[in-house]
């Protein structure tokens, strides 16, 4: 069984910043891609950055030059540092991975998510 459990969510001011983590745990074999969604009340879920099994990443129009996204293929964990918030950034992040899980396959999982607040 694979667990993705994020971290560092919070409440910060305008202009702030925040880095968010996420650890995957289980039966891992191998992890592809990886990557942050958030999901804001009343609005999809939208694409804030992934991040390849060769690092290539990719970044959402809202967050780009000011979030950065990176892993740690050791301890098969992804992180998010988010620059200059806004209160539009004010959201429940979710952190995704397609896994290759020993006896499972390759699936793709998700994180409970963590609450972003962004308000003075």
């Known amino acids: 069984q694979v667990q993705l459990v994020e971290s560092g969510g919070g409440l910060v001011q305008p202009g702030g910043s925040l880095r968010l983590s996420c650890a995957a745990s289980?039966?891992?074999?191998?992890?592809?891609?990886m990557g942050w969604y958030r999901q804001a009340p009343g609005k999809q879920r939208e694409l804030v950055a992934g991040?390849?099994?060769?690092?290539?990443?990719n970044y959402g129009d809202s967050v780009k030059g000011r979030s950065t996204i990176s892993r740690d293929k050791g301890k098969n964990t992804v992180y998010l540092q988010m620059n200059s918030l806004k209160p539009e950034d004010t959201a429940v992040y979710y952190c995704?991975?397609?896994?290759?899980?020993?006896?499972?396959?390759?699936?793709?999982?998700w994180g409970q998510g963590t609450q972003v607040t962004v308000s003075s």
């Open positions: 995704n991975a397609d896994i290759w899980a020993l006896g499972a396959g390759i699936k793709d999982y």
């Open positions: 289980g039966s891992i074999f191998k992890i592809n891609a």
């Open positions: 991040i390849t099994s060769d690092d290539s990443t």
